[in-house]
């Protein structure tokens, strides 16, 4: 079900950052794992990187490793991934999925189901474009 809006996109030139937010609406996001997914055109999506329930683990993909961060805020309900040092390669569509999970589940599992369905919720995604 989509039930969850990303926000936080746009247009940036290399090496700028931008934080991208996943907020919940219907529902509480604080026994969800999260995770951030994006679609590059003519490319298969892939997984970016995923927060487990309670913040205590995080699953980034090599080529964001040192340059992501991804942190939950339950009191706001939103998971945000702020990227920094941003390439090229990095511009695609960025959507946000939740799953229900245990407190403490790694994730990684999860960034590895890259379609929006394959998870409980999710958004219709915000365009990162890194360009000069």
């Known amino acids: 079900q989509v039930q969850l809006v990303e926000s936080g996109g746009g247009l940036v030139q290399p090496g700028g950052s931008l934080r991208l937010s996943c907020a919940a609406s219907?529902?509480?996001?604080?026994?969800?794992?999260v995770g951030w997914f994006r679609q590059a055109p003519g490319k298969e999506a892939e997984g970016v990187s995923c927060i487990s329930v309670g913040g205590g683990f995080a699953y980034y993909r090599d080529s964001v490793k040192g340059r992501f961060n991804i942190y939950r805020d339950d009191r706001q309900n939103t998971v945000y991934l702020q990227m920094n040092s941003l390439k090229p390669e990095d511009t695609a569509v960025y959507f946000c999925a939740a799953d229900r999970a245990p407190p403490h589940d790694i994730v990684e599992a999860m960034c590895g189901a890259t379609s929006g369905p394959q998870h409980n919720h999710w958004g219709q995604g915000t365009q990162v474009t890194v360009s000069s």
């Open positions: 219907d529902f509480t996001l604080d026994s969800f794992a």
